[in-house]
């Protein structure tokens, strides 16, 4: 599976976007691109999945560049609840799944 | 239902001791799954059961055993752990071999304690 690479930390303002950038310019043609994040002490949260189009849920949305190399996720409108560690993976669709070190995200009032 | 329950939320234990960690998934998923998590560090893939098989097994101490009795239980049996094994474990269900993609769903944790 693909590397990713992801800012280790990032700010917003409470109420503004959030835009987390994810690298993963060695992502091979039937790998998709996961969202998680982990709320402090809990377990890690699926968010989002996509493979080349834009995906929108009701948590979030996730815009994958042309070329597959990097994504990024919006949150639209952060709250302090989105506080949390934001990981971007990649996987071909097997079992395994690898986390980095992820993004941790301050949201802030 | 959408949720992984685990049980206990903590366990504090010898190393002497022999316990086990449950893990239940209601979803329907045919993939289970145990993470090991230490403190500030990302979670770490330990096995992987597809179909009630274990299917992958990351090199992980024979000191940890895992089962799968049936397609919504996972359980985690531990015997002769070292204070090192103290860490969040983490049990998730998944999509992956019903269809080609992988999302999981992760429940709350155990958080263990080896003395």
């Known amino acids: 599976d693909a590397k990713t690479t992801q800012p280790p930390s990032m700010d917003c303002a409470e109420g503004r976007a959030a835009n987390l950038p994810c690298n993963h310019s060695?992502?091979?043609?039937?790998?998709?691109v996961y969202w998680y994040r982990q709320i402090h002490s809990q377990g890690p949260q699926y968010i989002i999945h996509?493979?080349?189009n834009n995906e929108t849920n009701e948590m979030a949305s996730l815009i994958i560049t042309e070329d597959r190399k990097s994504s990024t996720l919006i949150l639209p409108h952060a709250t302090l609840r989105d506080t949390a560690v934001y990981y971007c993976?990649?996987?071909?669709?097997?079992?395994?799944?690898?986390f980095g070190a992820g993004t941790r995200l301050f949201v802030k009032a | 239902d959408t949720e992984v329950t685990q049980t206990p939320k903590h366990l504090v234990m010898g190393m002497t001791n022999k316990k086990s960690l449950k893990c239940e998934q209601h979803?329907?998923?045919?993939?289970m799954y145990w993470y090991k998590q230490k403190a500030k560090k990302p979670p770490e893939l330990m096995f992987v059961?597809?179909?009630?098989?274990?299917?992958i097994n990351e090199s992980v101490p024979s000191r940890f055993s895992p089962e799968c009795p049936n397609s919504s239980l996972l359980n985690l049996h531990l015997h002769a752990l070292q204070p090192e094994d103290s860490a969040l474990y983490l049990c998730?269900?998944?999509?992956?071999?019903?269809?080609?993609?992988?999302?999981?769903?992760f429940g709350p944790g155990t958080r263990l304690t080896v003395l």
């Open positions: 998730a269900s998944g999509t992956s071999g019903r269809t080609t993609t992988n999302e999981q769903f």
């Open positions: 996509g493979l080349k």
């Open positions: 993976i990649v996987s071909g669709g097997g079992f395994k799944t690898i």
């Open positions: 060695t992502i091979s043609g039937n790998e998709y």
């Open positions: 979803m329907g998923h045919r993939a």
């Open positions: 059961y597809s179909y009630e098989k274990l299917s």
